[in-house]
Nanobody
């Protein structure tokens, strides 16, 4: 499985960005997807995840109500719509895929990772 994240950039506080993650190599609908982020000097942290069908989503408290994860299984792509961005959202954002039935919010529960895309939010 190969994952390619894109859509990062520089945005002012209060602005929006939409990240995309294109997957290849295996049937996309067979794995759960997640977004994580890592700020300089900090550990990688969970942002959001979505079930194989797309019906179930889960968010970190820090982004709930501002970010929306979605997926298009026909396009082999998962998205992260980020609204009302804050400077503390600045990080490299990674998409990840899990083939496990019990995947959750821990990076160790994901099997494949993209290279990441940088999001910078200026104040």
């Amino acid at each position: 499985v190969q994952l390619q994240a894109s859509g990062g950039g520089l945005v002012q506080a209060g602005g929006s960005l939409r990240l995309s993650c294109a997957a290849s190599g295996r049937t996309f609908s067979t794995y759960g997807m997640g977004w994580f982020r890592q700020a300089p000097g900090k550990e990688r942290e969970f942002v959001a995840r979505i079930s194989r069908s797309g019906r179930n989503t889960y968010y970190a408290d820090s982004v709930k109500g501002r970010f929306t994860i979605s997926r298009d299984n026909a396009k082999n792509t998962v998205y992260l719509q980020m609204n009302s961005l804050k400077p503390e959202d600045t990080a490299v954002y990674y998409c990840a895929a899990s083939f496990r039935l019990d995947y959750g919010s821990s990076p160790g529960q994901y099997d494949y990772w993209g290279h990441g895309t940088l999001v910078t939010v200026s104040s």
